[in-house]
């Protein structure tokens, strides 16, 4: 196996280890709030603890690149994710759960930034979208197995195994990664800068109002199909596994559109079948009938997540881990605010926050050609 690949496995495989409670932890919401006798809406705050710590840890590690090498940042990325999970899962209090939370997004917050710096830098432009979508595909069979596991076993476990992933890939990447993910990033870092450049900014304006808007609403899953549709925790965790294969599907679906077609075709697919499929959430279905609305709204929000994510790769070089940085900083603290603000929404009604929210991200559709057609060629 030659020195791209391992690289490329090792990214991969330390996405699947952040990834492997992101779907799990949504779904377990309700059962969750069962063992500790807490309100759903309150143990959501675990959600928003994690994302919110994410967006502002992922700030930290481009300027870090320039001092330590890729290597070592991983290597202490997996290894302090996995002392902060397994903190987590053995905690008793839920005050204790919520600092870990915080500890974890901080910790996880550089996999996926150094992950797509390593793809700019290492590989072709005409590969990158299918390097970038089976990079993000990794992280739906990460959820995957950590959907099925929480539905068969206690919510605690959902911490432990990442902790236990994390423990192995510290030591993978500081040992494997000895040889040739030493380099570090030589341009300067500033985030003040890189706003100045019109075509970067209004991207970044972008994704902060998608990722708002797709996090008030996928955050809400499982307490919306425990409140709505009444579902146990197997069957909630089934709905979450049908999510994870329509994502799986529309990253390399997207990776392809991004790569044959246009980045901006890939966006524009991605963006209008997710706003009507959201929208179709604020009726009330059979299972069957939901559980397509499920893997659609994956697919499709994966499509365009892939166009936007492809695009920030090809920038420069001097400017790719600023951008790797930013992109997942203002994924998840909009992410993080998205979610706490439909909380004041749902507690009403979910039907209509959905539809309020698709209707958002249609008018999103009239504006995406300006946001991003200077960097989609």
Not at 17 to 32: H, K, M
Not at 168 to 186: A, C, D
Request: with cysteine.
């Amino acid at each position: 196996m030659n020195n791209k690949k391992i690289i490329y496995l090792l990214i991969c495989l330390g996405n699947i280890t952040i990834s492997f409670n992101v779907a799990a932890i949504t779904a377990a919401v309700p059962a969750i709030s069962r063992d500790l006798q807490l309100s759903d809406l309150l143990v959501s705050k675990i959600i928003p603890y994690y994302l919110i710590p994410y967006g502002i840890g992922a700030l930290i590690y481009a300027p870090l690149t320039r001092y330590v090498s890729y290597r070592s940042v991983l290597a202490l990325v997996m290894g302090g994710y996995a002392i902060s999970s397994f903190i987590c899962g053995s905690a008793q209090s839920f005050n204790y759960i919520l600092i870990a939370r915080i500890l974890m997004g901080i910790a996880a917050a550089g996999a996926i930034p150094v992950g797509l710096m390593i793809i700019g830098e290492f590989f072709e432009r005409n590969v990158r979208g299918r390097l970038v979508g089976g990079f993000f595909s990794c992280s739906f069979f990460a959820s995957l197995a950590g959907v099925v596991l929480g539905g068969l076993t206690n919510w605690r476990w959902i911490f432990y195994v990442p902790a236990i992933l994390g423990a192995f890939m510290s030591v993978s990447f500081f040992v494997l990664g000895k040889n040739f993910l030493r380099i570090k990033h030589e341009a300067p870092v500033s985030y003040l800068d890189i706003f100045q450049k019109e075509p970067i900014r209004n991207i970044f304006g972008y994704i902060f109002i998608i990722s708002a808007l797709y996090h008030g609403v996928h955050k809400w899953f499982g307490v919306y199909l425990d409140r709505l549709y009444h579902l146990d925790k197997l069957m909630i965790s089934f709905f979450f596994i049908l999510a994870a294969i329509g994502g799986f599907v529309g990253q390399h679906v997207g990776g392809y559109l991004s790569d044959k077609k246009s980045r901006l075709i890939s966006c524009y697919i991605g963006l209008i079948g997710l706003s009507l499929l959201t929208m179709l959430l604020a009726g009330h279905y059979s299972l069957i009938t939901l559980g397509i609305i499920f893997i659609m709204l994956s697919m499709f929000w994966t499509i365009g997540h892939n166009g936007i994510s492809t695009m920030l790769t090809d920038f420069p070089d001097d400017d790719r881990p600023v951008i790797a940085s930013l992109n997942s900083s203002v994924r998840f603290i909009s992410g993080g605010l998205g979610f706490y603000i439909s909380s004041f929404f749902v507690k009403k009604n979910f039907g209509l926050t959905f539809f309020y929210i698709g209707i958002l991200m249609l008018l999103l559709t009239f504006i995406l050609n300006k946001i991003t057609i200077k960097e989609g060629k």
